[in-house]
């Protein structure tokens, strides 16, 4: 079983929906947690991070994250054509430099 | 632009061939890394260096060594290459700040194919 796991879709809505993504992990050592978004042939790019639990929203995009469960949520509202991509979670300890990736949701929003 | 930026984007060889990847950044970062991405998406750390010392080394072949000349540099070579080293090789910097969890910023990834 992996560290961290994540659906790997793909997620089809329409433009305007809520789109709802989510990981799960195993490591309680976890502390911050991160979101990349990741376009078609191209590197991924930070979108996202919270530090231990809570929520934190940056426009249209929400992040959750609760600790006792070992989960955490991506939310994006009104979703537009131009979110399409694939979503990776990310988790690193308190101290270091390794990051666990999820291995991403394949995200689709039609016009 | 300042950017990580990888070199070269496509890499098509034969079994057995010894190639090198490129990596620069100019955004003035102290800590570079090599991450592996398989067909299914996984991204996966292999080295990462910070000031040109080695301060992550994961469980991978010793056929593939990484080298950085100074601390916007890191180049990745890998000797016999196999068919199961066939993935997108993907570059990234970190500048660690106190408090700031070592935000990563990636380069557009460098495909192999081995045949």
């Known amino acids: 079983q992996k560290e961290v796991e994540q659906d790997p879709g793909p997620l089809s809505v329409p433009e305007g929906a809520i789109v709802s993504l989510n990981c799960t992990y195993s490591n309680s050592a976890f502390q911050y947690f991160m979101w990349y978004r990741q376009y078609s042939r191209k590197g991924p790019e930070l979108l996202m991070y919270t530090y231990s639990s809570g929520n934190k929203e940056d426009g249209r995009f929400t992040a959750q994250v609760d600790k006792s469960s070992k989960y955490i949520s991506l939310f994006i509202r009104d979703s537009q054509p131009s979110d399409s991509a694939t979503y990776l979670c990310a988790m690193r300890r308190s101290a270091g430099n390794k990051l666990t990736f999820g291995g991403g949701t394949r995200v689709l929003v039609k016009p | 632009d300042t950017a990580v930026s990888q070199t070269p984007k496509y890499l098509v060889t034969q079994m057995g061939n010894d190639k090198s990847i490129k990596c620069e950044q100019n955004?003035?970062?102290?800590?570079m890394y090599w991450y592996k991405q398989d067909s299914k998406k996984f991204l996966k750390i292999m080295f990462s260096?910070?000031?040109?010392?080695?301060?992550i080394n994961e469980t991978v072949p010793n056929r593939f060594s990484p080298k950085s000349p100074d601390k916007a540099h890191l180049n990745l070579h890998i000797n016999s290459l196999e068919l199961g080293d066939s993935a997108v090789y993907f570059c990234?910097?970190?500048?660690?700040?106190?408090?700031?969890?070592?935000?990563?910023?990636f380069g557009a990834g460098s495909r192999l194919t081995v045949l």
């Open positions: 990234a910097s970190s500048q660690a700040y106190r408090g700031d969890p070592n935000v990563l910023t």
């Open positions: 260096y910070n000031n040109k010392e080695l301060i």
């Open positions: 955004l003035g970062h102290d800590t």
